[in-house]
């Protein structure tokens, strides 16, 4: 069997989660990537066969979206790498998100899975924030046009959405509670985060961000560039984590039991959504960081619990669910 698996590279959500999926793929035929966008951050050592700038989200450094960049980083030859794409030379194309797949898909009449975390809001049960939201709900419902759909989600909201994918080494990790807490806020920058974290003095915060590019230490904060493998171990070895409202985060840290703050990124449909199901399950949810953030961090600490996520499929399992639906089409 050929495979073509196409990644949306905004963020590193989608990759990491090829990265765990990619040796049970090859157990079943060769796999080829397809990497599109341009502000990813993760080194990966998956064989990217294909590239596209395609689309790509940037946020501004107090936590919006900056649709200015994103108007900016659009590419103009995004129907020609479509077009060039050989999209039917494959048995099975499975689409995590990625446009110029889809595009090239519907140009050649090729049927293809949409496969991810975006999949499961084919499902109207999928939580929403209660706003009405025709924008965010047009993108994730029609920016990836397939035939099938195999959702990832927090809980089984409907048929066809399973549990997230969760690393090998996240699952083979022994938790341990260091005190420290861990922070990924993408959408803010140092300078805005800073001061926040120093003033709780009595606590140690591990912070990754893509504005260093090796450890630095200021009083209670240590900062790391981003990377994979130092981002696992701080979980694992945290008592807490801060986090924005992506998904293979918070997953990864209710799988072991850790205590999650989330901070959606400001006007992201998807965060925001992701926000509500977590809050659902009882996970504390910010809409931003302020002046109040030391009473919520206060309130996080001494009154949340931690919310665990208890899966109900094996990655290996949903693997199989996958290959089964390209003979199915």
């Excluded at 080829?32 to 395609?54: E, M, Q």
């Excluded at 806020?185 to 140690?204: D, N, T």
């Excluded at 985060?249 to 209710?254: H, I, L, N, S």
């Excluded at 959504?273 to 009473?295: H, Q, S, T, W, Y």
Aim: charged share 20%.
């Amino acid at each position: 069997m050929k495979i073509f698996y196409a990644i949306q590279g905004t963020g590193n959500g989608h990759i990491s989660r090829a990265v765990q999926l990619y040796p049970y793929l090859k157990k079943y035929g060769e796999v080829d990537f397809f990497l599109s966008g341009s502000n990813a951050h993760l080194n990966t050592a998956i064989p990217i066969k294909f590239k596209s700038k395609g689309l790509s989200l940037f946020y501004k450094h107090t936590g919006g979206l900056d649709y200015n960049k994103i108007a900016s980083s659009l590419s103009f030859n995004i129907y020609k790498d479509a077009k060039s794409l050989p999209v039917n030379e494959y048995d099975l194309v499975v689409n995590d998100f990625e446009f110029v797949s889809s595009l090239a898909c519907s140009i050649k009449k090729v049927p293809c899975v949409h496969f991810g975390h975006q999949a499961s809001f084919q499902s109207k049960y999928t939580p929403r924030p209660k706003g009405v939201n025709p924008l965010g709900n047009l993108i994730l419902e029609k920016f990836v046009k397939s035939n099938k759909h195999i959702g990832l989600h927090f809980d089984a909201y409907d048929e066809n959405i399973y549990n997230p994918i969760i690393k090998d080494e996240i699952i083979a990790a022994t938790p341990i509670n260091d005190g420290h807490i861990t922070v990924y806020l993408p959408q803010y920058s140092i300078a805005v985060l800073e001061p926040h974290l120093l003033f709780q003095s009595k606590f140690h915060f591990e912070v990754f961000t893509n504005e260093v590019s090796s450890i630095v230490c200021k009083q209670n904060i240590t900062y790391y560039p981003i990377n994979n493998r130092q981002f696992t171990s701080s979980m694992v070895r945290c008592y807490g984590i801060i986090t924005a409202g992506g998904f293979e985060t918070p997953a990864e840290a209710m799988y072991m039991n850790k205590k999650v703050l989330s901070i959606p990124i400001m006007r992201h449909y998807e965060q925001e959504c992701n926000g509500v199901a977590l809050a659902k399950k009882g996970v504390m949810v910010l809409r931003k960081i302020d002046e109040n953030f030391g009473k919520h961090f206060d309130q996080w600490i001494n009154e949340k619990k931690p919310v665990k996520l208890d899966l109900t499929h094996t990655t290996e399992q949903i693997v199989d669910i996958l290959i089964q639906s390209a003979n199915k089409n």
